[in-house]
T-cell receptor, first 116, second 115 residues
Framework: AQSVAQPEDQVNVAEGNPLTVKCTYSVSGNPYLFWYVQYPNRGLQFLLKYITGDNLVKGSYGFEAEFNKSQTSFHLKKPSALVSDSALYFCAVRPTRDNAGNMLTFGGGTRLMVKP | GAGVSQSPSNKVTEKGKDVELRCDPISGHTALYWYRQSLGQGLEFLIYFQGNSAPDKSGLPSDRFSAERTGGSVSTLTIQRTQQEDSAVYLC?????????????FGPGTRLTVL
């Protein structure tokens, strides 16, 4: 069975500084990896996904994530944080094998707080 | 509509009552998923529908939970004899297809409170 770990419950960053939200995964075979963001009282919004190809994936709102197969990680990054980036971030994995099920397995979420 | 819609947005019920939660997926999306977001538990997969195929029910926590998808579109999640531990936000998502890694689009959720 696949699993996702987000080791930090909360990340605090000053506005303008770079941010990293960590994610590691465990899956049989190759993964599809996703990042979602949840703003207060809103549904989950898709940020970006890794399928294949370049390890650095660019997504919405200036976010990017780097797939590292050897470390089984998919950390979310942004060069310069905004106060409006403050939200709950979820990493998710899906195995690529067709018979492995199609649901996403989510990490526990990391709350990002960007201070002015 | 433009996105996934869910109703009601909030539901308060008494322990032991049955509840129905509704999801309208994005038009044309053949795959539909239900997840549960509990305080301190993260997001938990419940059930998945793909077209007219038999649903994947592997995430349903008990036989009190069931779901239907009529006409390949609208879905209803039913919880019978609700318990306090059922209190959570129930999220519905849809995607274009189950094959290929199409991203899932989530609705705003239904917040269920069982008193």
């Amino acid at each position: 069975a696949q699993s996702v770990a987000q080791p930090e419950d909360q990340v605090n960053v000053a506005e303008g500084n770079p941010l990293t939200v960590k994610c590691t995964y465990s899956v049989s075979g190759n993964p599809y990896l996703f990042w979602y963001v949840q703003y207060p009282n809103r549904g989950l919004q898709f940020l970006l996904k890794y399928i294949t190809g370049d390890n650095l994936v660019k997504g919405s709102y200036g976010f990017e994530a780097e797939f590292n197969k050897s470390q089984t990680s998919f950390h979310l990054k942004k060069p310069s944080a905004l106060v409006s980036d403050s939200a709950l971030y979820f990493c998710a994995v899906r195995p690529t094998r067709d018979n492995a099920g199609n649901m996403l397995t989510f990490g526990g979420g990391t709350r990002l707080m960007v201070k002015p | 509509g433009a996105g996934v819609s869910q109703s009601p947005s909030n539901k308060v019920t008494e322990k032991g009552k049955d509840v129905e939660l509704r999801c309208d997926p994005i038009s044309g999306h053949t795959a539909l998923y239900w997840y549960r977001q509990s305080l301190g538990q993260g997001l938990e997969f419940l059930i998945y529908f793909q077209g007219n195929s038999a649903p994947d029910k592997s995430g349903l926590p008990s036989d009190r939970f069931s779901a239907e998808r009529t006409g390949g579109s609208v879905s209803t999640l039913t919880i019978q004899r609700t318990q306090q531990e059922d209190s959570a936000v129930y999220l519905c998502a849809s995607s274009l297809r189950h094959r290929n890694p199409h991203e899932q689009f989530f609705g705003p959720g239904t917040r269920l409170t069982v008193l």
